[in-house]
């Protein structure tokens, strides 16, 4: 399996808007709506903000959002924050009890 | 609380092998998957293949086969993950991290294990 294709990098100011994409075929999403989206600080655990392509796990900010149209993916982030800087990968369920991740987006927040 | 926390950095030789650890705690630790997930220097994460501690079974990806094992002990609620043939691509941080939602997405992670493969 091939890594899904994110972009390499996004950035914004804070407060505003940026989406992160997240392109696969349709054997790495397998046909299934099992994305899940990870924030990424250098030298820390990743940390799950969305799964199954647009769910909240407890105490993440609605500030992130997910969806998924067709074999691309995006995670939406509104109201950037400083802390919002990491890197983010998306994953999803490919079938036959594998996953496959992104290539990763470092999110600068200038 | 639930955490997993990993066996600590690991110096190895080409060639070599070596097993990590991953304990659970804070909750059954049958009642959900278990992965392992490694991040090489300057490199994206990348899934490796998961235990279902409940029966033992896994699953692995497909550049790892042949070369990776996982096992489990229920007693100490411990997952190990064993990768032989080690070459300097193999120097990475490995992670492992607990299934969520239906199992198909991971909520909790180790907090990470250096692994160097040099001469």
Redesign the interface.
């Known amino acids: ?1 091939s ?1 899904l294709t994110q972009p390499r990098s996004v950035s914004g100011s804070p407060g505003q808007s940026v989406t992160i994409s997240c392109t696969g075929t349709s054997s790495d999403f397998g046909g ?1 709506n ?1 994305v ?1 989206w ?1 924030q ?1 600080h250098p030298g820390k ?4 903000m969305i ?2 392509v647009s ?1 909240w ?1 407890s105490g993440v900010p609605d500030r992130f959002s997910g969806s998924k149209s067709g074999n691309t993916a995006s995670l939406a982030i509104s109201g950037l924050q400083a802390e919002d800087e990491a ?1 983010y ?1 998306c ?1 999803s ?1 490919a079938g ?9 987006t470092k999110l600068t927040v200038l | 609380q639930v955490q997993l926390v990993e066996s600590g950095a690991e110096v190895k030789k080409p060639g070599a092998s070596v097993m990590l650890s991953c304990k659970a705690s804070g909750y059954a630790f049958t009642s959900h998957y278990l992965h392992w997930v490694r991040q090489a220097p300057g490199q994206g994460l990348e899934w490796m293949g998961m235990l279902n501690p409940f029966g033992g079974s896994t699953t692995y990806a497909q550049k790892f086969q042949g070369r990776v094992t996982m096992t489990r002990d229920t007693s100490t609620s411990t997952v190990y993950m064993e990768l032989s043939s080690l070459t300097s691509e193999d120097t990475a941080v490995y992670y492992c991290a607990r299934g969520f939602s239906g199992e198909m997405a991971f909520d909790i992670w180790g907090q990470g294990t250096m692994v160097t493969v040099s001469s």
Request: proline content about 7%; aromatic content about 32%; overall charge neutral.
């Open positions: 399996q890594a299934y099992y899940s990870y990424h655990a990743p940390k799950l799964y199954d769910k796990p890197d990968y994953c369920y036959s009890y594998t996953w496959v991740f992104g290539g990763g």
